[in-house]
Each structure stands twice: as C-alpha cells, then as structure tokens.
C-alpha cells in the first residue's frame, strides 16, 4: 500500500491518515507508491489501451493513470476530467520566437481549470476515510472544484475566499455548487491559515495543495502530456506558478516516470510567476538560500499568492529538473494573454504567465528557438471576463492585441465602413 512521508524528517504516515501534514514535524508530506506490476512497456500499453473511454471513471484522464496516482481507490468521484488538448498555433510560434510551440490547456476540465484533476483524488480519498467535511482556501479555483466534486460525492465542503478580488465567475461556481464559501477580509495567505486552523481544531478534510493527495492528481497534467507525445519528452515544460503545487506535482511526476522507465530523459521545468506575487522568484534568485513571502498584487488572480504552501516541494522539482524560475510583469502577461485570445485558444490571466515566460525566455536565450516547448495554460477564458473586458475596453491608451468594440447607428453604411476597414491590409 501507498504511504505518506514527510519531507522533512522522513516520518511514515499510513495512507489513510488525514493529517494535512507530518503529525511529527509539522512538514509537508509526500505519496510514495510501491512500484508498479507492470514494466514500463506494459504499463505504458495499459495507459493507452484506456484511451477513448466513455463514461465515468473509464473517460478519467486521471484515472487512467491509477496505478501511479492511488493504486488502492476504490469508490471514485469522477466528474470524469483530463483528456485536455495539445494545440498549437502559428501566430503564437511568431509571437514568442519558437518554432513549435505546443500549449497544454486545462481549462478544458469540467469547472474551467486544472484543480479537477487534483480534486478528483482529494475527493475519493476524503471519501474513503469517512470525511464529515471537506474543506479549502482559494483564490476561485480551487473553490470552484471543490465545490462540485464535493457536491457530488455529498460531502459538506466549506471555502474561504478573500473578499474583495476574487473573479466572478470562479465565485459563482462554488455559489452555484452548493459550497458554504466565506468571504474572508484579508489575503489568500490570511484564508490558508484559517482553513489550516480549522482543519485541526474543527477536524475537517482540508484539501489545499498542501493535501498530497491532490497533487497525486496534478501529476496526471505531466502524465497525460508525456503520453499525447508518444513517451518522448519535450525540451521545456513551462508553468505558470502560485502556490506552487503544480511545480511540485510535474517535479514529482516527471522524477516518478523516469524511475519507473516511461520516459529516458526529464524535461526542464520553467516555473513563471507575476511580478508582484513572486516569491519563489525571488529565493531561486539567490540560490534558494532562504525562502521569501511578500504582499502580492497582480491581475492574475489565480497565482496572487505571497507564501506559497508547496515550496520546499517546488524547490526540489526546480533542482532535480535543471529547472528555472522567473517573474514577468502584468503588462507582459496580458498581451501573452491576449495573443493567446487572438488566436482562438483562449485562457485565464493567470494561464498567460506560462506563455509570457516562453517568450522572455527565448529573448534571454535560455530557450532556444528551435527547442520543443510546451506551455501549460491553467484555466478557462471565462474564468475572469472582467479583466479581460477591461484590457480590450477601457485600457488607455489601448496595449497592444487590445480589440475595442465599435458602437454604430442601426443603418448598413455604418456596417460596410466598419468591414471596409477590417478588409483593407
């Protein structure tokens, strides 16, 4: 059977215990399974003799990968997520100086974002060892995915969201789910202490990413990728990084595939944080010699976090990778935002970090431009439509990409001036 360790001290934890953290040290913990009956070719097959299920647990692009996510789960709650695309696009090839770039969208998950694939395991577990409740602090997404997975599974879910800068759209799924959300007065940074406290006062199920179990799941971003490529690798995965529970789950994911013989080399980890919530910048920075928080402040709401829960985890993924961690500013993000909006893709503010990286990586040339990149986009265009409004609205002067409506008189010469200008090179 699975385990949970702690990273710290090394402290063994059963697999059912719902500690949040190592119950010795107070560390953050870590699933380690035992290794696969399969070889790496059986397993390999296994995995995609699974593609092209229909229903349930068998449509799961993360169940699919069971033997390396939670090998013993039994009762799953699958909404089913994964199955996320790879796409490619010219105009972004140009626009960040690749060759081939290929983006990994997760906004095409059932609540619009990547946390699915780690709730759908969060959720099973809680479930498992008889949860009374579960619970979360999110800037919305985590919120949103939780909500739903919990409502399935009737399972009480309580979320702590900070008051003021939460997108409506994320706030509105953990409304229209079902969850009891608290709009708490401070920071995401004030909601993950609360929760953390009410997790061990209260005895709920917390379901950060502090929880392992979720980023067991999360795992299944790398996993699925790895498995779309046919087991060959790219140069660089590039991610964009908050609190850091993807840095630690493709880290552990890619260090998990070489072990066990699914890949022959790792990919370089590019983690890309905003500029105002950049933290984890700022330690790779110097060396990693002593961990940073700040206040954040960023559009990207979805990564405005200043004491990021998964570090020590993400900071072994960036070492063990050859990896790289950088800051971009709000303006670079959103005109990779709005390049990726322009060429019909789409995504979250947030998403548009992983993209700005690639392109200021490839100025600095660290990336070289006939590298194969993929970047990861973290959520749904609809996640925060207000921002976006904005940006193509009422951003003076306009950025660049921005797209602003024109209002006209109900006649037809008003229409063919419009489509005269559009037409003219």
């Known amino acids: 059977m699975s385990r949970q360790v702690c990273l710290a001290c090394g402290h063994e934890m ?14 953050l913990l870590e699933i380690r399974h035992p290794p696969p009956d399969a070889t790496a070719a059986e397993l390999r097959q296994r995995f995609d003799e699974r593609l092209g299920g229909t229903a349930g647990v068998a449509a799961s692009g993360v169940w699919r990968f069971r033997e390396i996510v939670l ?17 490619q696009r010219q105009a972004l090839d140009r626009w960040t100086g690749l060759t081939g770039l290929l983006l990994k969208h997760e906004g095409h998950n059932p609540t619009g974002s990547f946390k699915d694939r780690g709730m759908t395991v969060g959720i099973t577990q809680a479930r498992r060892i008889g949860a009374p409740a579960v619970a979360c602090a999110s800037t919305g997404n985590t919120s949103a995915s939780l909500a739903a997975y919990a409502s399935q599974a009737e399972i009480p879910a309580l979320v702590l969201v900070p008051a003021a800068g939460v997108a409506l759209g994320k706030l509105a799924q953990a409304l229209a789910y079902g969850a009891r959300t608290l709009l708490v007065r401070g ?63 493709f880290g552990k994911a890619l260090r998990e595939a070489r072990e066990w013989g699914l890949i022959a080399r790792v990919p370089r980890l590019a983690a890309v944080q905003a500029a105002g919530a950049a933290p984890f910048a700022r330690s790779y920075d110097e060396g990693f010699a002593r961990r940073h928080t700040v206040k954040a402040e960023t559009v990207a ?49 947030a998403s548009a970090a992983s993209v700005a990286g690639v392109r200021a990586l490839v100025r600095r040339r660290i990336i070289r431009p006939d590298d194969r990149v993929v970047a990861v986009l973290t959520g749904h265009l609809l996640k925060d439509p207000g921002i976006l409004l904005h940006y193509h609205r009422e951003m003076d002067p306009p950025p660049p990409g921005a797209n602003r409506p024109i209002e006209i008189e109900p006649r037809l010469q008003d229409v063919e001036a419009v489509l005269r200008d559009v037409s003219e090179p």
């Open 14 to 27: 059963p697999e059912t215990d719902s500690h949040p953290r190592c119950r010795r040290c107070d560390g």
């Open 71 to 87: 090998p013993s789960a039994s009762e799953v709650v699958s909404h089913p997520e994964g199955n996320t695309p790879l796409l």
């Open 187 to 249: 920071d995401f940074d004030d909601c993950l202490r609360l929760v953390q406290e009410a997790s061990t006062r209260l005895g709920v199920y917390l379901l950060n990413s502090i929880n392992p179990f979720r980023l067991e799941g999360q795992k299944t971003i790398v996993l699925e990728m790895l498995q779309q490529l046919a087991w060959d690798p790219p140069d660089w995965i590039v991610l964009p990084a908050g609190n850091l529970g993807n840095t630690a789950a």
């Open 301 to 349: 709401t979805a990564i405005r976090i200043g004491d990021p829960a998964s570090y020590e985890r993400a900071v072994r993924s960036i070492r063990e990778t050859d990896g790289v961690v950088l800051a971009v500013d709000d303006s670079d993000l959103l005109e990779a935002k709005a390049a990726i909006d322009a060429c019909g893709v789409g995504c979250e503010p």
